[in-house]
């Protein structure tokens, strides 16, 4: 398989660079006319980096059917070359977040130079306690960190030490904790002594990280646990990272909320009192649908970032949340989607970076609704395409991403590389 090359990529932009340096350079002139810097925004615009997730490559499925696609990753090698090709191309994801046992290798040394190979990194290691793996001794069926049985509980922080202990021989620096604890039944489990065995195993994971780590900690409103979640929403979160300490942090996953939920207020709430970790982006109509970023609501998005520009401004450059894709790819080559999900991410960032911040203040202070909306909101009615496709070309990806990518046969040269995976039967990625 041939790799995707700089000669290519930069034969790939040339046909493009006209039309591109066109639209750049209107979209320049109107960023001036409102006061504000082209320039420097490109450059933050390079700055920024979203990770991707080693189990995003693969084809994702529901719980009724998963169709395999052609050229699917075999191991964590062909991922870390899927990923590869997608940071070659946009330039935004230098970063790997694995998950264990999913990802797991005889050598992690070779594992952490594979990645270095294909000019990456990896990102927050993820734990598995949602599932039965093979040789396990005991089930997961009714919890894994909140299970009534001690035994099953100390085997389910042995296995996030474990993940602790991986992501230190690649040189991760966070690891995060999702589980589908919960119950079906209203008085299956008791509410509070669930939660209390979740602090009691969750604070001894937080004894054993590293100084310099984070523990982020994952909330989901409902699936596998329908009646009850033990971590369902931000709240619970926010409590239980109170309690275990400085280290330990709240991810948000966009999609992990009631549908009418105000995520944006959420970042606000937790990035207030310094426990925003960081995000798992994607995009959602109904529940956890895991659909490509802004999909269906990239105004949504847009007001998150919206919410973390503002907690830049106040906090200062200590404030850095971890980025990263969660998606899952029924009916799309993953790579196509997690490029266009990265870009998308990008966007929704440099939008909300030409909101006058101090006009909108002013406007807010004064209580005039309409002239607030219509400050917030012009970032997002501001096309930054262009501004996004320069800071990848300066940084030496496509100026259009999936074109290039399509051009260059990757997919066809991977699918006869990699055998047909057979169909299953159910299950997501």
Known sequence: MSAITADFIADQNRARLADHREDFDALARKLARRGLDPEALVKD?????VAVPSWGVGT?????ARFPGPGEPRNVFDKLADC????????????????FPWDKVKDYAELREAAKRHGLAFDAVNSNTFQDQAGQRLSYKFGS?????KAAREQA??????CVEIGRAIGSKALTVWIGDGSNFAGQSSLTRAFDRYLDSTAAIYRALPDDWRMLLEHKLF????????????????????????KAQCLVDLGHHAPTVNIEQIVARLARFGKLGGFHFNDSKYGDDDLDAASVSPFRLYLVFHELAEAKRAIGPSFAPAYMIDQSHNVTDP??????????????????????????????????????????KSGFLT??????????????????PIATYRASGYRAAVARERPAVAAGSAGIV
């Open 45 to 49: 615009a390079i700055a920024f980096a």
């Open 60 to 64: 994702g499925g529901t719980r009724f």
């Open 84 to 99: 590869g090709v997608i940071n070659t191309l946009t330039r935004l994801t230098p970063a790997v977040s694995p998950h």
């Open 145 to 149: 960190l909140t299970h009534t049985d």
């Open 157 to 162: 922080i042995a296995h996030n030490i474990e």
């Open 223 to 246: 699936e596998p646990a329908f009646y009850s979640t033990v971590i369902s929403d931000w709240g619970s979160s926010y409590l239980a990272a109170q309690h275990l300490g400085p």
């Open 335 to 376: 790579i196509e989607s997690l490029m266009q999900s990265a870009i998308e991410i990008a966007r929704a960032r440099a939008q909300a970076q030409l909101v006058d911040a101090a006009a909108l203040a002013a406007a807010q202070e004064a209580n005039d609704a309409l002239t607030a909306h219509r400050l917030l």
């Open 383 to 400: 096309d930054v395409s262009p501004l996004i496709a320069e800071a990848r070309l300066r940084a030496g990806g496509a100026l259009d």
